[in-house]
């Protein structure tokens, strides 16, 4: 069987205890794409939410943002999750 995808797989090897969702995004492709520029347009909330995320937790714009790799971690009813996240730069 053929894999979908191409490239190396995604390293989990220090996800924390709990993780229930785990989210990885290649964001400079989607920020520096204009393939990807239409996809943004049509989900500007978690679009905004990347780009806060991004420079709140590291400082860093999305299109410099090679691997974007964030877990939820759900606490109690009702009380938002914990977040982990880890983020690897591009080259530029």
């Not at 989990?12 to 989210?23: A, D, E, K």
Request: one cysteine or more.
């Amino acid at each position: 069987m053929a894999s979908p995808t191409s490239g190396k797989p995604i390293d989990l090897q220090y996800i924390p205890f709990g993780t229930q969702v785990v989210i990885h995004l290649r964001a400079a492709t989607i920020w520096k794409s204009r393939e990807f520029e239409e996809l943004r347009e049509c989900i500007p909330p978690i679009a905004q939410s990347i780009e806060a995320m991004l420079m709140d937790f590291f400082q860093v714009t999305p299109d410099r943002a090679e691997e974007l790799l964030v877990c939820l971690i759900p606490g109690t009813r009702g009380e938002p999750p914990e977040v982990a996240a880890v983020v690897r730069l591009t080259g530029d």
